[in-house]
Each structure stands twice: as C-alpha cells, then as structure tokens.
DNA sequence: GTATCGATTAGC
DNA sequence: CTAATCGATACA
C-alpha cells in the first residue's frame, strides 16, 4: 500500500500496477541517456520517488529501487484506493472509484504528487509504503508489455493484478497496450511463468 | 535559435 | 482518434 500525507489529508491505495524500468541499459528508461536534473533522483539511493512532468500537464511517480544495478525504477501505474477517497475524488474530475486513480497520471494528481516531491525519502517522509496482504483477493499477479513506449518493448516488465477493476491500460484483464505499433503480442500471461 | 516527441489523459 | 501543453531533447 503506497501512503501520502498532506496537509489536506491522507490517501492511500493498494497497489495493483506497475512497471519496471532498468536504468541505463534500459532504452525506454529516462536514465537511459545518462543523468540529467530531471532524472537525477534515479541515480541516487534507492527508496527514495522519483516523480516527473510529462505532456505539459501529468506527472507521474516512480520508486528508485536497485541503486547497484544503477537507475532502475518502478512506475507506479494504479492504485486501488483504500483512504481518502473524498480527498481522491476532490483532486480529480471523477468520483466513480475506478477512475480515481487508474494510471500514472492519475495516481499522481490523486495524491497530490509533483516535481515537489521529487527526492522524497521513502522511508522518512510523508510518502511511504505499507504492508498489506496482496493475495487472498482472487487477484492474481500477471505480467505484460509495458505501457506508452516504443523501445524496449520486447521487455515484459509491467506487472498487475489480473481482473482489477483499477487496472490501466485499457483492461482490467489485462492490459491490451492501447496503440503499439509492431508487436501485438498478447499482454497477459501469468506470473511466474 | 527552431522542431519534435513524450513512461498521459479526457473527450468525442 | 486527437487536442492539450510544456520540458527535454535533437539538430541547424
């Protein structure tokens, strides 16, 4: 369960989607052109969010996860809400619960996460994660091309929860990649396997 | 300096 | 399918 407290209130959800970018030898990873003042944080210690502004107007959050292998991250892609819907439903434009915090974009406005909290310490500030038992929910974790890409994408490194209903990526089952050129490979496989 | 693109979203 | 909207990046 990812944890942000604000001055507004606390949210939360349980996560159910992500995707794992490795660093420089990456090619669809920002720090795989070295590092920059945006993508520094990436290049520090693990623990810490990485959260970036993209298309004008989103920003998005990831946690630095493996600084010895260098610059690896994990975009936090849904959530399942669990605390503060109201607050949730206060920052975005939908109150269906589904749609508060359903891709990167989302999780991120829902949370009220900007380039602000770039750097933040995951383990001394008011963004953190919290244990939470993800099976024994009829979910089952699956894995699929990663999402909005164009290299790389050979790389199955998105990682849900099959079936739920605060998935991205255009279906809760699974993850049809919106619109990839090239690869129509099926998303949904299960994981391990 | 200008041109292009993007780890996206919402609306038609 | 595409507009929105701007920082990062590529290139003249």
Redesign the pocket.
């Given at each position: 369960m990812l944890v942000r407290e604000h001055a507004d209130g606390v949210t939360a959800g349980r996560i159910v989607e992500v995707?794992a970018?490795r660093g420089a030898r990456d090619a669809?990873?920002?720090?795989c052109?070295g590092r920059?003042?945006?993508?520094a944080v990436?290049f520090g210690p693990a623990g810490h969010a990485?959260v970036?502004?993209?298309?004008?107007?989103?920003h998005?959050v990831?946690l630095v996860a493996r600084e010895r292998t260098g610059a690896s991250?994990v975009?936090i892609r849904a959530l399942e809400p669990l605390a503060g819907l109201d607050l949730m439903r206060a920052r975005?434009?939908?109150t269906e619960t589904t749609?508060l915090t359903r891709?990167?974009?989302?999780?991120a406005?829902a949370l009220a996460l900007t380039r602000a909290d770039d750097g933040a310490d995951l383990t001394r500030s008011a963004l953190w994660l919290s244990d939470l038992p993800a099976d024994r929910l009829g979910y089952r974790v699956a894995r699929g091309p990663?999402?909005?890409?164009?290299l790389a994408t050979r790389f199955e490194w998105r990682f849900f929860l099959t079936g739920h209903p605060c998935v991205?990526g255009g279906s809760a089952r699974g993850g049809a990649p919106?619109?990839r050129e090239g690869a129509r490979r099926e998303g949904a496989r299960a994981f391990p396997g």
């Amino acid at each position: 369960m990812l944890v942000r407290e604000h001055a507004d209130g606390v949210t939360a959800g349980r996560i159910v989607e992500v995707e794992a970018y490795r660093g420089a030898r990456d090619a669809a990873s920002h720090a795989c052109r070295g590092r920059t003042p945006r993508n520094a944080v990436m290049f520090g210690p693990a623990g810490h969010a990485y959260v970036y502004f993209t298309y004008g107007m989103h920003h998005c959050v990831n946690l630095v996860a493996r600084e010895r292998t260098g610059a690896s991250a994990v975009l936090i892609r849904a959530l399942e809400p669990l605390a503060g819907l109201d607050l949730m439903r206060a920052r975005r434009r939908f109150t269906e619960t589904t749609r508060l915090t359903r891709g990167p974009g989302c999780v991120a406005q829902a949370l009220a996460l900007t380039r602000a909290d770039d750097g933040a310490d995951l383990t001394r500030s008011a963004l953190w994660l919290s244990d939470l038992p993800a099976d024994r929910l009829g979910y089952r974790v699956a894995r699929g091309p990663r999402i909005g890409i164009r290299l790389a994408t050979r790389f199955e490194w998105r990682f849900f929860l099959t079936g739920h209903p605060c998935v991205s990526g255009g279906s809760a089952r699974g993850g049809a990649p919106r619109r990839r050129e090239g690869a129509r490979r099926e998303g949904a496989r299960a994981f391990p396997g």
